[in-house]
């Protein structure tokens, strides 16, 4: 079910309506370009900046005395999330109605480039530095496929532990072991198993009445957990995804710990969104294993006013080590652009670039509680005052890993999640668990995985 | 000119059916064949045709195995969670619960039996999202899920039914509903029995039981094995319930339900509509063995001939 329609602002219309009563020039030459995008209350300005920076360039045609006119025709979906909408786009495409440009989510590039939809924007990104010169270096990493950028990042995020202090409060823990606990998890001093022991201790004492929760499908959040077990996901020189036995025998054996110490509901993969949020922001359970975007609900949840209050009230904290010594990790899970490979693509590349100026970005970062694409940004007043948050959140995308922009990654979390699933409600061991995941992801992925030992 | 007449008759009168069954039976079935042996994903393309390989993800030859062919652990793990689901929705609900439901209901009094009855029609007339939303309620293991409210008054811990009993879940909230449609068949079946051969019965000393069994279970044959194939179909391909009141849960991965989360399902690995389709004619197959099966056991034959005794 799509909608088309086609956006003229306002003072478009106030200018053809002066235009033709001067008896207007005709326009000869207007070029439409198809916009797709899912119509996400969670970021209307990534189609909205497309078409003011169409408004813009339209001034500087009238100003260049130019009769060409860009317009914007705006594809937008009903589409429930991003997988179902990037399916959606490739149908789309695979009939010929490739759309200019796309707001899609970042590891869908390697479909996207695979069946020949998404433009390469090498060219464009060199001749363009007084565009992309200030974006943050580790987002390109999230548009790139087999060493080549396809997309430009349009926003950010960092997914981290929240933890509920109050709780660790009422469990015996003072100020300096809060104070101290996000440099512990820095300097790999603090580990996954310490995590949930932490967890369970404050249930054991009646401060939490649940240890911890992570989201209840499948979704991107668990690769940070499997990279704190070492598990490197993808393998970029071959271009295929990647798993490690021991690792993943870990990574569930983990799970069972934590299910067992009663710091991990055994039935969270059956929670609904809804219970999920509630668990954290009720004050039942100590820890959330989510990402920024949460903040504005948990200040009202939390009835919190200000960075003070939050910081007081809660903190962040890596995914921490697997064992002693390790390295923590976190992900970030980017929204980018693509530029179609159609006719209009220089065109359609110029308008993600417009849109991707300080200006416009910021209104939609500091709107939705993303991060910022460019180092900028982080100055601008607005995010100064608003988005605190957000600031305080660049830091950690130093450790940030992003899912892998391979076609099949999909297909690879859904699996391993179902090796969740059954760790968790007690079905299988994790050894059961392990051998279960690699022979699906043999059976179905065949030779786009790697799996080492 | 007859014989032209005649054959333009014949099309003018079963050509719009015709034109019906090619479009909306035979067609998706064509489509469906061609889908499973080909490596369609993601995109609406070919690339290989045709190809087994989407059924060496279900099962691999071995001249070792039974039948020939080793079934993969979670393929055989969707088998037989359908077959448990089937038989167990199947005979405790579709037919045996409506059989009491519809015998109990015209045993008593008239009106008081139409509302009976309306009342278990409730759950098939409602959205399926909103009964499914209800049994959410109901199973929801925090303390404020209906049936541990109830529960806590007597024990200590809370349910959780959704971990601990899946199948039994699906089963009730499916055989609620299946319930209904052969209360209502079974029941305009009892009441066209002719009421001389119950007072006859009465008569000759008849209890209720005695009446139920030789007077109505007999009667009720042909319904109830209509039925019971009818309904073992449905419950073959069925997801709706399962996947609104459970998501993709290991534990209730039927058939249906695989090949539902392997194509359209957003956000759990879909899109590989060539697996996914491999995974539905399996289940035509099965569907049509099982139909085949039934009517050899129920001996559905004879009940198509013409009945040998007329009742005036």
Redesign the interface.
Known sequence: MEMKMTIKSFSTAVFFAAASALAAPSFADTITLDLWSRADRSGPLRAGNIVTSAEQLNRMFEAAGSDTRVEINLVETN???F??DA?AL??A???GETPDIAVAAHEWIG?FVE?GLAANLEDHIAASPWFYTDMIPELWTSVMYKGERFGIPQDSEIRMFFVNNDILRDAGYDQNFIDELPGRVDRGEFTMYDWCDLAADTVKKGAAKIGWVHRP???PDFQMAMASFGIEIYNAEEAKLQITKSGLTKYYGWLKYCVDNGSLP??M??F?WD?THAAFRGGDALGKFHGIWNVGAQMEAFGLTGSKDYFDKLTWIHSPAAEKGGEPKNLSHPIVYIVGETENKDLAALLVAMASMPVPNTAHAVGTNHTPITYGQVSMPEFQEKGWALVAGTPLLARAEFMPNH?KI??Y???T??GV??VE?G?MTPEEAVD?VL??LE??LGDDVIILD | MKATRQRFDAVLFLGPAVVLMLAFFVAPIVVNILVAFSDMNQTVRFEEFPTTKQFNKLGKLDPEAFLGIELRGSFYRALALTASFVLLTLFIFNVSFALILAVTTTAVPERMGAVFRAIWLLPRMSPSVVYALLWLWVVDSAERGLLNQVWLLFASEPLNLRLDHPMAVIVVANGLIGASLGMIIFTSAIRSIPEHLFNAARVDGAGPLSIVRHVILPALRWPISYITIYQALALLVSFEYIFLIMGPARSTMTMAMLSYTKTLAPGIGGGQYAYGASIALILIVVGIAVALLMWRLINMKSLLQRPRIEVN
Do not use: P
């Open positions: 589409n429930k999330g997988d179902a399916l490739l149908k495409h695979s009939i479909s069946a499908n499948v979704g055994a039935d993969t059956t609904s219970s076609a999909g297909q979390n859904a699996i999640y179902t699933q059954a409600t079905e279960m022979e699906e059976i179905e």
